[in-house]
Nanobody
Framework: QVQLVESGGGLVQPGGSLRLSCAASAVTFSMYDMRWYRQVPGKERELVAAISSAGGRTNYTDSVKGRFTISRDNVKNTVYLQMNSLKPEDTAVYYC????????WGQGTQVTVSS
């Protein structure tokens, strides 16, 4: 069983920045591909960014390319999502996801972009 705990969400003005963190309990954290998803009420959960287990490969949905950066620290068992130039349409609950043999989800952290 892997526990994922997200933090770093909050209220920010358009154009601002936030850094989300997701701390994992797994001792085998370095084996997991890690992803950030987001969801708004009434819509399906959307994959935002992904990073491979060793950190060598990253992918982003088109709407965040050039603004968001996913990274990981396999010593601290943590994955990050640096979000810059935030827009109101980035408002959502952001979820951390770990995948290796099976997948696990965090509880989510709210990000609100509003003036």
């Amino acid at each position: 069983q892997v526990q994922l705990v997200e933090s770093g969400g909050g209220l920010v003005q358009p154009g601002g920045s936030l850094r989300l963190s997701c701390a994992a309990s797994a001792v085998t954290f370095s084996m997991y591909d890690m992803r950030w998803y987001r969801q708004v009420p009434g819509k399906e959960r959307e994959l935002v960014a992904a990073i491979s287990s060793a950190g060598g490969r990253t992918n982003y949905t088109d709407s965040v390319k050039g603004r968001f950066t996913i990274s990981r620290d396999n010593v601290k068992n943590t994955v990050y999502l640096q979000m810059n130039s935030l827009k109101p349409e980035d408002t959502a609950v952001y979820y951390c996801n770990a995948v290796w043999l099976r997948q696990y989800w965090g509880q989510g952290t709210q990000v609100t972009v509003s003036s």
